[in-house]
């Protein structure tokens, strides 16, 4: 063998055999097979796992929905609580004000009976009620008041002694002699000093705020009460200015009197600082001044009363409210209170609740009593505040929230339970199935093995006898490719030995004898065709088979490519013209359909060559095989339910969409060999097939695409069919975006199938490389034109002629090697053989001699052989460095057999029987070409 040679083809095939070589993930392809041969030892462990492990998702999945539960239902508790606490603390609050205002009340009526009833200033301060101890009781009822006096306001001096005497007299007519009203002191009867003393007289008073007598008042005036609700008393005739806390009280009345300008809208009372009673209890001084009704710029006196705090809370709760603490504060003092069952229990001075991280500090609601009550401009204003306690929310706690969660967590392992029972019950039934799967695959395997196998060594025989009767009665070759071998050193001779017909006798031979020869030639010819036709519908039985179940387990893929639909159409058809024929049936093609308005339209027949350039660069993107396949089995089914004298016509009609046009968006469609087309949607085109043969009823037409349905299978089909392939191509059309339907008229008048595919305009100029040669069109018409000049069988057999390759053939059968070795040799290429892939491997690389190995261009190879399969030699090979092209020859079809082939290293994988025309399709597509320049020896 020339060497430069070989160099030449290695190197123009091993970037193609790379780029298709799946080498690196052979090994985790036979780590899957030897894993599944393992399935059923380690099933019950990995069973196991998955149960633990979804137990454990339960577990955790419990604790998370289960904390969850609590958290939600414990802040909805939480929630509930904050609005009841708000709630009541809201309405608790204005009750406190509303009853703080209320109990003033008395005193303001008190102040308006007086002015009104002494209403002009020169009677002051000689004015006496009379029954006004009545009255202030009454007044104290009704506004739930502690106390009531009368305060007039009283210049030292001579007015002092006047009114002293004054209201002496009035209080010996009205209680006796004997009233006990007031003290002896240094002026006599008065009752106006501190300990007998007056410092009043000298401008003094004594300021609780200082806790002694101090020189700050403005104001020169003395406050005796000279009525009372309790009558006569110890208190009558008091100097009340003179009293700790009232002082700094009064003059703030006198300092709003004296910016008020006599507007009798401004209400000058005031509430005095706290006051610790006798109880320890705090409570506070009130004062309402009192203006004559004539003279409302002159104060006159004052009505004296007093708020006990603890009474002005007691009544803001209902009696079932419990754990919320009250503080009633002023700038600088502040006392507690808690609330137990609706009653305010009072806890002591300062504010006990309120201190650094205590957690209700943020839930306190405040309000203030006497903003609208009283007088603040001296600083005595008094501030309710509220705090929840955890006795208050307490009672809105109860033990859903750990019930919810203890009941989430039992639900998951109730849950998990009748999850076990149920996967415990139905493991077998799952383990049956799982197993029942597996044998079926296992057996789809076996029989497509057995089966094509020895399909593979008849179909090749029977090639093989067509050719040596046709050559032994003088018919030219069926061979359809032919190789530009040279010439061999002895003629190959053939597979059978049948005997030449003797030399010519000078004797006249009758013209009957002729005739029976010719027939008897026919009819042999014919015998082996009709066993030819049969092996290859058995493998067709096979591949429906195969193509169905990867329709039900959606494992069937589209090998996506660019394709003339129109003149695949007219090539399928022609391909049917034999056997047509042979039943008288008359097949006609009608793509008139296909040409645009305007063009001229011949007799109602065109070929795809007479349609438009515009028409043909309307393209399907598929899968060639599979549109092929359906194109096939319409065909075969009309020829068969069609009777001898019968017509067939195929029709092509391109439909337009509403959005055609060339204008369309252009979409980008990746193709499975790894490139892509750029390409605009341009309606459909309608593939009808319309025959005159039996029909069918409605009944059938419903039914027609369903799986394993066949009609009047003895009459029509001869027992032939698998029932599949309508359901097979109609499921195809749907993978490709098109519909797949059938129409007829009922028995006896013919049926139509009818099938859309979406078509793509694609030009020339968009054509991805690969696909250029094969489907450009009338690209140059220099080319046309000298092709138009040669006849038909130089066209022909320029097309069909190859170099010769070197091809290595291996395969365990004997029988399958002889035979394809001897299709390949009579085509004029040079082979080799191998018993099984240790033998392939030693003659591609070499037997260790140091000898040269010959460089083969293709390597045909088998799956299961013994001492070492073929994706085992073709991994070794790969590993090596060989680059040769190796396609796989195997019985065994499975989608995950050829990946696993393809993985280790194989080019293609082509199924048994072996077809010489799909495995020259191959050389082309991959560009193989010749390196064996001389014959093969050795």
Not at 187 to 196: E, F, V
Not at 591 to 607: A, H, I, P, R, S
């Amino acid at each position: 063998m020339n060497n430069s040679t070989a160099t030449s083809s290695r190197s123009r095939t091993s970037s193609r055999s790379r780029d298709r070589t799946g080498s690196s993930s052979c090994s985790t392809a036979a780590r899957a097979r030897r894993t599944k041969k393992k399935k059923k030892s380690c099933f019950f462990p990995s069973i196991w796992t998955g149960r633990i492990l979804f137990l454990s998702c339960l577990a955790a999945s419990a604790a998370i929905l289960g904390y969850f539960a609590h958290n939600i239902i414990s802040n909805s508790e939480t929630e509930l609580a904050t609005q009841q606490y708000e709630s009541i603390a809201d309405r608790a609050l204005q009750a406190a004000k509303q009853e703080t205002i209320h109990k003033t009340r008395g005193a303001k009526v008190m102040a308006s009976i007086l002015s009104n009833r002494f209403p002009y200033a020169n009677e002051w301060p000689f004015v006496l009620l009379e029954g006004y101890e009545e009255i202030a009781t009454d007044l104290i009822q009704a506004s739930d008041g502690r106390a009531m006096g009368f305060c007039p306001l009283i210049q030292p001096g001579e007015e002092y002694e006047r009114f002293e005497a004054f209201a002496y007299n009035y209080f010996n007519a009205t209680f006796g002699p004997d009233h006990n009203i007031g003290l002896p002191g240094i002026y006599g009867q008065a009752n106006m000093s501190d300990g007998g003393k007056f410092p009043d007289r000298d401008g003094r008073y004594f300021d609780p705020l200082v806790g002694a007598y101090v020189n700050t008042s403005k104001y020169t005036y003395l406050s005796p009460m000279v009525q009372h609700n309790n009558g006569n008393g110890s208190v009558i005739m008091r100097n009340i200015r003179n009293d700790r806390g009232r002082g700094p009280t009064m003059d703030r009345m006198m300092d709003c009197f004296a910016t008020s300008d006599g507007n009798s809208t401004t209400d000058c009372s005031v509430i005095s600082s706290f006051i610790i009673s006798g109880s320890g209890q705090p409570s506070a001084y009130i004062y309402q001044p009192i203006s004559p009704k004539h003279n409302r710029s002159k104060l006159t006196g004052f009505i004296s009363g007093a708020i006990q705090w603890q009474e002005t809370l007691t009544n803001i709760f209902s009696d079932q409210v419990s754990g919320i603490d009250m503080v009633i504060s002023t700038a600088n003092q502040s006392f507690s209170y808690t609330v137990q069952q609706g009653e305010t229990i009072f806890l002591g001075e300062g504010n006990r609740h309120s201190y650094e991280g205590n957690k209700w500090n943020p839930y306190q609601r405040s309000i203030s009593l006497t903003q609208d009550a009283f007088d603040d401009r001296g600083g005595f204003s008094y501030t309710l505040t509220l705090y929840p306690t955890d006795e208050m929310f307490d009672t809105y706690r109860t033990k859903n929230p750990s019930v919810a969660a203890f009941g989430v967590v039992l639900i998951i392992i109730f849950t998990s339970l009748l999850f076990l029972l149920f996967d415990c019950l139905n493991h077998k039934k799952i383990q049956e199935k799982g197993s029942l799967l597996e044998a079926k695959r296992e057996f789809m395997r076996y029989v497509s093995h057995e089966v094509r196998t020895p399909l593979n060594t008849v179909c090749m025989g029977l090639k093989l006898l067509q050719e040596d009767l046709q050559r032994a009665f003088g018919s030219s070759s069926s061979s359809n490719t032919t190789v530009a071998a040279p010439q061999q050193k002895e003629q190959v001779k053939p597979l059978f030995a049948i005997a030449a017909p003797p030399p010519p006798v000078p004797v006249e031979q009758k013209p009957q004898e002729s005739d029976d020869q010719a027939a008897v030639q026919a009819s042999v010819l014919q015998l082996s065709e009709d066993i030819l036709l049969s092996a290859h519908a058995a493998v067709g039985v096979l591949n429906d088979f195969l193509n169905y179940d990867k329709i039900e387990t959606k494992s069937l893929k589209l090998d996506l490519s660019v394709l003339n639909i129109w003149q695949e159409l007219e090539q399928t058809v022609n391909g049917f013209k034999v056997p047509a024929d042979a039943k008288t049936i008359d097949l006609q093609l009608d793509l008139c359909g296909g040409m645009l308005q305007g063009d001229d339209v011949e007799n109602g027949q065109k070929t795809a060559n007479d349609l438009p350039l515009a028409m043909l660069e309307r393209r399907v993107i598929g899968d060639e095989a599979r549109i092929s396949q359906v194109f096939r089995n319409l065909l075969s089914n009309a020829l068969k339910f069609t009777k001898e004298g019968g017509t067939i016509t195929v029709g092509a009609k391109w439909i337009p969409s509403p959005t055609t046009s060339k204008d369309a968006a252009e979409d980008t469609v990746a193709l499975s060999n790894g490139s892509a087309v750029t390409a605009k949607p341009m309606g459909l085109i309608e593939v009808t097939v319309h025959d005159t043969g039996e029909g069918m009823t409605e009944e059938q037409l419903d039914t027609v695409f369903a799986a394993g349905v066949q009609f009047n299978v003895n009459a029509l089909q001869k027992g032939n069919g698998s029932g599949l392939g309508m359901y097979i191509a109609k499921e195809i059309m749907a993978q490709h975006g098109g519909l797949l339907t059938a129409e007829s008229e009922g028995i006896g008048k013919g049926s139509t199938f009818i099938m859309q595919l979406p078509l793509h305009y694609i030009p020339d100029d968009n054509l991805p490389d690969n696909l250029v040669q094969k489907l450009r069109v009338r690209s140059d018409p220099t080319q046309a034109e000298s092709d138009s000049s040669k006849t038909d069988d130089e066209l022909q057999s320029e097309k069909k002629i190859f170099e010769p390759l070197r091809i290595l053939v291996v395969d365990d059968a004997a029988t399958n090697r002889k035979l394809l070795r001897r299709m390949l040799e009579r085509r004029g290429h040079i082979c080799d053989e191998a018993q099984d892939g240790a033998e392939a491997v030693q003659k591609v690389l070499g037997d260790g001699t140091g000898a040269e190995a010959p460089y083969f261009d293709t390597i045909l190879l088998d799956f299961l052989m013994p001492v070492m399969n073929g994706p085992d030699a073709v991994k070794r090979l790969r590993k090596a460095g060989c680059d040769s092209f190796v396609v796989g020859i195997t019985g065994n079809v499975l989608p995950e057999d050829i990946a696993h082939f393809k993985a280790c290293g194989a080019n293609e994988v082509l199924h048994k029987p072996v077809d010489l025309n799909a495995l020259s399709a191959l050389w082309m597509e991959y560009g193989i070409s010749g390196s064996a320049k001389a014959d093969y020896s050795g």
